[in-house]
């Protein structure tokens, strides 16, 4: 196993404390482990921050578990090559501080259902290169900053909804010229 760079578990029924996987796995692939997929299981419990031990990654996907419980800067700091987050459809609260600038530039995020906060992630605004963003479901009680709107020039898919977003929708230019 020390030579496996990517693990895709997802869609089944493995259960189970999350904290137990990251624990009783030697990881002598860390340097190299660049895939984790677990999304669609039964996993419980809380995110560990040893998760973060895991510095190349490229793709993390939890969504759709029982995970809980707050996930910080500690969690993701180490995360330079991240290109794809999935937390979905979790009971996780995303608690990052306001002057926060993410190690990585994400491709893919979804955050349906992260308890994001009720200000517009501000995190957000450093992540130049994504095209699908997932932030729904969030109670998120914020008008949409104007750099998000300037900014999405490669968006191929955008769900906001299930917020309390306010304002004016801007004039968007939906097409390169």
């Known amino acids: 196993m020390c030579t496996l760079q990517r693990l895709d578990l997802s869609n089944n029924k493995l259960n189970g404390e999350i904290s ?15 895939i ?4 669609f299981n039964r996993l419980i419990g809380m995110l560990p921050e040893s998760i ?3 510095s190349e990654l490229e793709e993390l996907s939890l969504a759709v578990n029982s995970l809980e419980g707050d ?4 969690h993701l700091c180490n995360f330079s090559k991240l290109k794809l987050l999935y937390l979905s459809e979790n009971l996780l609260s995303l608690k990052l501080v306001l002057s ?15 308890k994001l906060g009720h200000t517009f992630p501000s995190w957000l605004k450093t992540q130049s290169s994504l095209y699908e963003l997932d932030i729904s479901d969030n109670r998120i009680n914020d008008s949409v900053p104007d750099w998000f709107w300037n900014n999405l020039q490669y968006m191929r ?6 917020n309390y977003l306010i304002g004016v929708i801007p004039n968007i230019s939906w097409c390169n010229s």
Request: hydrophobic residues 40%; glycine residues 4%; charged residues 10%.
């Open 100 to 114: 926060w600038f993410p190690p990585f530039q994400l491709e893919i995020l979804g955050l349906t259902s992260c």
């Open 71 to 74: 996930v910080t800067k500690s």
């Open 20 to 34: 137990s996987f990251f624990q009783n796995s030697s990881w002598c692939n860390r340097d190299i482990f660049k």
């Open 52 to 54: 973060g031990l895991l």
């Open 157 to 162: 898919y955008l769900n906001m909804s299930y």
């Open 36 to 39: 984790l997929y677990l999304s």
